[in-house]
């Protein structure tokens, strides 16, 4: 049984999205941190780490918002 926390953020309700419509990989089942000091943020769908947020590097590069963005389930 999965026991989501009752208090959700506002990216969550806007499903994974910030005020001004880009995504927030810190809701995504996808995105992780690394210890890497070059390359802190990472995202296991589109297999590469970065030093800036995923979804940044997504969108800088193919000008699309990332279409693979899951929302992660939080548990209590």
């Known amino acids: 049984m999965v ?3 009752k208090a959700v953020s506002k ?5 994974g999205k910030d005020a001004q ?6 809701e995504c089942q996808y995105f ?3 210890w890497q000091v070059s390359a802190p943020y990472g995202c296991k769908a589109h297999g590469f780490k970065s030093a800036q947020i995923p ?3 997504v ?6 918002h990332c279409l ?3 929302q992660r389930v939080h548990q209590s």
């Open 55 to 57: 979804s940044m590097v």
């Open 68 to 70: 693979l963005f899951r």
């Open 3 to 5: 026991i989501v926390n």
């Open 59 to 64: 969108f800088s590069s193919s000008g699309q």
């Open 11 to 15: 990216s969550v309700a806007n499903g």
């Open 32 to 34: 992780f941190v690394t």
């Open 21 to 26: 419509g880009r995504i927030n990989c810190r």
